[in-house]
T-cell receptor
Framework: NAGVMQNPRHLVRRRGQEARLRCSPMKGHSHVYWYRQLPEEGLKFMVY????????ESGMPKERFSAEFPKEGPSILRIQQVVRGDSAAYFC?????????????FGPGTRLTVT | AQTVTQSQPEMSVQEAETVTLSCTYD???????LFWYKQPPSRQMILVIRQEAYKQQNATENRFSVNFQKAAKSFSLKISDSQLGDTAMYFCAFMKHGGGGADGLTFGKGTHLIIQP
């Protein structure tokens, strides 16, 4: 399966813990996007990365959230000291490059629940 | 900044009927893309159809077609011969063209479409 992979699919964290969400892009894709979907809402753009570089993080909350896409391995979205308001579905998408941003392929999402 | 508005939170039609979902958007960009995504209960985001703003011809994909009115900033989705498997959330989305900045999609809040047997 050469599609976008996300894990875990479901993640439960207590308030104050850290959450790490992983995204492996489609084979041959070097650009990754993270989106958050709150209940009853559409997806909201968070951050856009290429390997070893953050291109745009204008949608990321200023505190507690960070993202990386190392040279080797998956992209990681990290949420420190989670709060109940972080409960949401987090989706990543990948594309073959910035010029191909119009072709974003989505993963199945990670549903984060903060108790 | 761009905004996307879907004014129909929920719609319900009978199987085999035709249904139209509405979407309006606001942007100062002249070159952009518009999309309709489907999100079934599995929550997987599936691209239904894409329209480039510079193209006057409306995009079609089998039973799915759009009515793109650039001047009115309107982008509706028509589903013909609706099927039970079309039941899902449908999201309209916008992306500006050309890179060099936020290449993320801007989504509307969605329309929950229910196809009744």
């Amino acid at each position: 399966n050469a599609g976008v992979m996300q894990n875990p699919r479901h993640l439960v964290r207590r308030r104050g813990q850290e959450a790490r969400l992983r995204c492996s892009p489609m084979k041959g894709h070097s650009h990754v996007y993270w989106y958050r979907q709150l209940p009853e809402e559409g997806l909201k753009f968070m951050v856009y990365l290429q390997k070893e570089n953050i291109i745009d993080e204008s949608g990321m909350p200023k505190e507690r959230f960070s993202a990386e896409f190392p040279k080797e391995g998956p992209s990681i979205l990290r949420i420190q000291q989670v709060v109940r308001g972080d409960s949401a579905a987090y989706f990543c998408a990948s594309s073959a490059g910035q010029l191909f941003s119009y072709e974003q392929y989505f993963g199945p999402g990670t549903r984060l629940t903060v108790t | 900044a761009q905004t996307v508005t879907q004014s129909q939170p929920e719609m319900s039609v009978q199987e085999a009927e035709t249904v139209t979902l509405s979407c309006t958007y606001d942007t100062s960009e002249s070159n952009y893309y518009l999309f309709w995504y489907k999100q079934p209960p599995s929550r997987q985001m599936i691209l239904v159809i894409r329209q480039e703003a510079y193209k006057q011809q409306n995009a079609t994909e089998n039973r799915f077609s759009v009515n793109f009115q650039k001047a009115a900033k309107s982008f509706s989705l028509k589903i013909s011969d609706s099927q039970l498997g079309d039941t899902a959330m449908y999201f309209c989305a916008f992306m500006k063209h050309g890179g060099g900045g936020a290449d993320g999609l801007t989504f509307g809040k969605g329309t929950h479409l229910i196809i009744q047997p």
